[in-house]
């Protein structure tokens, strides 16, 4: 199997600033992504449940792109500009993936 | 007339939709592993605000449009507008919070919880008292404004809130306030409720009238455990400032909601309703607006503020001692 | 009869039924956040495939086995059968959608919706006619035999879908069409409604009778989220021939349906059933079984086809039609 | 009496519910892909509770508290003790289980299933025999004590369940059993009931008793669909002598509730369901507390036993007899 | 803590794929996997949400495999018959497991 | 965007065993992480399938933790006491993070 380098990029983040960081990375041409629901977690603001919300407020999603590393930057700069003033996790990984030609 | 709101009270206080708050409450803070499905959850109150949406507009068709419906909601406005600075005033006196989270927590009191509006209803009914139908409108209404008097707070005397990030995070925000589910359901379900009128309640009855009650009991089961999980995770928030706010606040809510009902001339029941929705404060709507605008403030203290201190009072004390209040003048 | 066809028409639009499904629709049009959790979706449908199964067996079981029963089983296999291939001629013709993709939608048109049907059971229980209980097991039969049409068009026709992997993936594909959910929930319930006759429905009647049609606002809100979305996001991909084909199709299909329904000798209520099976366009099953089957079809536009356009076209102004040709004849 | 025993097997098999379960292990025997959302399944089995615990209390505020309530806890309570160590025997003599999961299966049959009791209930109800309202409140108590004998069972016959992990892993396990979820709504929905009385009941009605048979035929279609699944997959462990014993410990089971009964002065209605508490076996509580407290024993075996075999068992032929038996003594 | 080197593959998939995928792969001897929901997402074909369904037919799940680095091309020939001809993503990333004897 | 080496480490863990495992990181001091559902998976015990229970006793769920590269033992440590008699699975990534000051 023929795999190409790329890196993996994964945003846990509010769930109301869902839409707003998926508008932030269609404007940086980044409009490949898959969203997992998040049960709960813990951090500095203390630990959450999704099964205890009423609102969506509380509740967290992941974002995970898998992207050219070259466009990794541009990424990067539009995520972090709507993740800055919120809670939540960036990570990178280096990852191969197969059928590149589609990224 | 305390005799009567204690007796009002203490027979509120054994409704089953009351004990099963206490039982969810009861159950988190044994730490009990019982929870209903967030995707229930959510869906019990899609079916609350349907029914209720319904119920309202059909009233309206049936009874006709009063002459006070547009007075009651342009109060409403006004309530949900003004209150906020109410709050943020008692607040910073009160309560050592910082200006941010201070308006945020104002935001909270300024609009509504369609759940306490609910148990009102409720409490009403089972007394024999009728009410306004259009209500429910006058609710919806009272929704949204008061976001915007916490995010003008925010800006006038929070340092903190004033940076860049604002405008970018703004845009949207008013049109998602607007359109948010609850408003466009409970809206919608009332315009539909009015179209149909008698005739098509008749259809859904035994969907949205009948079993209402039952249900309510599930959903209140429900806030009792994330009011509990709320107060066990986030109870070194509540200093005794605090929690006097969250007592004495919906009572000045409604006072407001009091004078603007005689202002406007409510019957007994609308003018209870119309009070409570002054009195309570917002655990939907308003966390999720705050998240997205004013994400320095901590969303620990207006959540437990709002669920677990002013949801729980309203339900138990507020509102028999509104409707003693409403009733004696 | 075009004045009895708005007439009805008029009184199908303020139905609480439809006006729930534009509420939706309306929602996802302005982008509300209002959606209603996938796990209530899915148990809304259950809930309407096993009321309707069971009332449907119910009914057979009380009126015994009507001789015409094994013929409209027939029919509506040969209706399933066919009509996608009647779909597939006017697509090519029509629309410019390549051979593959005009195969999928073809599909989709020949199989039902079972919503719709639901739909017209209520506009016939509205008007006071009766219809035989046993359409329910038509409606199952119908379900996939379209799938096998549109597969054998797809391979006859494009030659993109005729290649190596096809065999692999089709394997299992025939036992998951038969055995899909939906068609088992609907002839189960059905069988076991036959089985328990008027004295089981009386068990559980005050669950899947009084509340259905409440139960189905909800499910209708829920479509017209869908159907909005769907269209939001896939509305360039309707051009007027696709547009005017998801409409004169579902009107070839109810006439499809009459010819079959005169033949049988169904009752006014049966045919007009009958033809809102034919007319309908499947949105569950059969697009599940295109995308393993045909993956390289585009699903925005049979989805969009079947739910954005034929769905509300039959809701609205299909099934008044339907009703008042049937009567006529 | 044989006869009386299939005539009324005869009939039970035709009620919806079991034709319900028998249709949900039939889809998933053919590998349909019907299936309920978790998220519905879960919140069937919160109404199960909160209706049953509810119901249970109206009736003891009804009739007032009997002196044979304080009995029959604890008859529940020694029953769900001991009833470990007689399957924990057979299964030794029987069976080739290794004492680990000898006792993980032990542990299931001293604790009661729910929807068995549900069942028993509305076997009474259809054949319009009483029962006493508080064998909910003994239900509740004979959930958890089983697994205090499973765990002494284990610890003193099993080396391999000897080793130091357990001791940090039960810490806090005695409060997980005794607040766990189920217990503490079907308690907490008891006391509700019982506080709120035939007034509250009457408030709720339409929503806890109307449609409860409805729900339940829901309920066990989803039961038919896991326990399908779980025998399809862990058919392999079921060796003759497994089989049998999740025949033979349910009627033995029902004997041992049948002596406790006729101690206890219980009417027949009463008697039957402490014999069905006894016979049944759990899948919900005692797996969850078994995989924490004995992560070593397997799972599929004791899941497989009590839902696909003893369930269906009770359910069928199983509650027929023990009514048969309660009614001949 | 003894660690061992392995490969995580992530494949993201449409739901309805989800039994001929999980059986090409117990065809090709890999019977370890986990199966993520995905709440939504976005690629070539357009934005989804699993709140916008009414069937299986437009959602997608998320397999992942924890894998010995040489069962890798097994493997991903084995899912690669089944996604070729399907939207969908597969990443591989190098990891290290505890417990390495289970693998 | 600067970024800091981290490891990301996600542990596959039966669902009655969620509060044990995340008190044993609270006590090693983790106090950072993410808990995502699992819908079916496939192992030495077989397969399994979320849509098939009764009960969570059959359910698993993931928790990844992002955590500086330094505090990986401690971390295994605590979550191998609580792994150890259960099925599961963990599994450590390098990874960077952004806003590393938070970890
Ligand atoms: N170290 C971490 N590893 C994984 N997830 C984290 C970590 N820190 C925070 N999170 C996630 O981000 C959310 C908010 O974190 P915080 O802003 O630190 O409260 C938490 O509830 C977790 O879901
Ligand atoms: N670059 C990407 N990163 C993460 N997920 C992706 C990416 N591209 C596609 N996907 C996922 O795969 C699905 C189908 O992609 P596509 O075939 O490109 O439409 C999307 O809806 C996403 O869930
Ligand atoms: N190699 C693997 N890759 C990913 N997940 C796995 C793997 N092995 C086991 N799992 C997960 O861990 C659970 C229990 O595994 P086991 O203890 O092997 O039965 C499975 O149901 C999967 O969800
Ligand atoms: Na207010
Ligand atoms: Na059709
Ligand atoms: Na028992």
Redesign the interface.
């Given at each position: 199997m023929e795999m190409k380098d790329a890196k993996r990029v994964e945003i846990t983040i509010e769930a109301p600033m869902e839409t707003r960081l998926t508008d932030a990375l269609d404007g940086a041409g980044v409009t490949g992504y898959t969203i997992l629901p998040v049960m709960g977690g813990s951090g500095r603001s203390g630990r959450w449940s999704r099964e205890g919300q009423v609102s969506r407020a509380g509740g967290m999603i992941q974002i995970i792109c898998i992207i050219r590393p070259d466009r990794l930057d541009a990424l990067l700069e539009a995520a972090f500009s709507v993740v800055e003033r919120h809670i939540g996790v960036v990570t990178v990984t280096d990852c191969s993936v197969l059928r590149a030609e589609r990224f | 007339m305390v005799d009567t709101i204690l007796n009002l009270a203490a027979q509120n206080l054994?409704?089953?939709i009351i004990?099963?708050f206490a039982?969810g409450l009861?159950?988190a803070l044994?730490?009990?592993?019982?929870?209903?499905?967030?995707?229930?959850?959510?869906?019990l109150?899609?079916?609350l605000l349907?029914a209720i949406g319904?119920k309202g507009g059909v009233s309206v068709s049936d009874h006709g449009v009063d002459a006070t419906l547009v007075f009651s909601l342009i109060a409403g406005l006004i309530l949900s507008f003004l209150l906020p600075f109410v709050a943020f005033g008692l607040l910073r006196v009160m309560t050592r919070l910082d200006a941010l989270d201070a308006a945020a927590v104002a935001g909270h009191y300024g609009s509504i919880s369609i759940v306490t509006f609910v148990a009102a209803t409720s409490v009403l009914q089972s007394q024999g008292i009728a009410s306004e139908g259009y209500l429910v409108a006058v609710a919806a209404v009272m929704e949204a404004p008061a976001i915007l008097s916490a995010l003008w707070l925010a800006a006038r005397f929070s340092t903190q809130a004033a940076?860049e990030?604002r405008a970018?995070?703004s845009k949207?925000l008013l049109?998602?306030i607007l359109?948010?589910?609850s408003i466009?359901?409970l809206v919608?379900?009332f315009v539909?409720g009015f179209?149909?009128g008698p005739q098509?309640l008749s259809?859904?009855e035994?969907?949205?009238v009948?079993?209402?009650?039952?249900?309510l009991?599930?959903f209140l089961?429900?806030?009792g455990?994330?009011a509990g999980?709320?107060l066990r995770?986030?109870a070194h928030y509540l200093r005794p400032g605090l929690i006097l706010f969250g007592i004495v606040m919906p009572i000045i809510g409604s006072f407001a909601g009091l004078i603007a009902a005689s202002m406007i001339g409510l019957s007994t029941g609308g003018t209870v309703l119309l009070m409570t929705l002054s009195a309570s404060a917002s655990?939907?709507?308003v966390?999720?607006?705050?998240?997205?605008a004013l994400?320095?403030a901590?969303?620990?203290i207006y959540?437990t503020m709002s669920?677990g201190i002013t949801f729980p009072f309203n339900l138990t004390i507020g509102i028999p001692l509104y409707l003693s209040l409403a009733q004696v003048i």
């Open positions: - | 054994l409704s089953p004990l099963f039982l009861a159950a044994v730490r009990s592993d019982l929870s209903v499905p967030e995707a229930a959850a959510k869906t109150s899609i079916y349907f319904f940076n990030g970018q995070d949207g049109r998602e359109f948010n589910g466009v359901l919608g379900s539909i179209l149909s098509g259809d859904i035994s969907f949205i009948a079993p209402f009650k039952g249900v009991c599930l089961l429900d806030m455990l994330v999980r709320g995770s986030s655990y939907i709507a966390p999720a607006a705050m998240r997205v994400p320095e901590n969303p620990s959540l669920l």
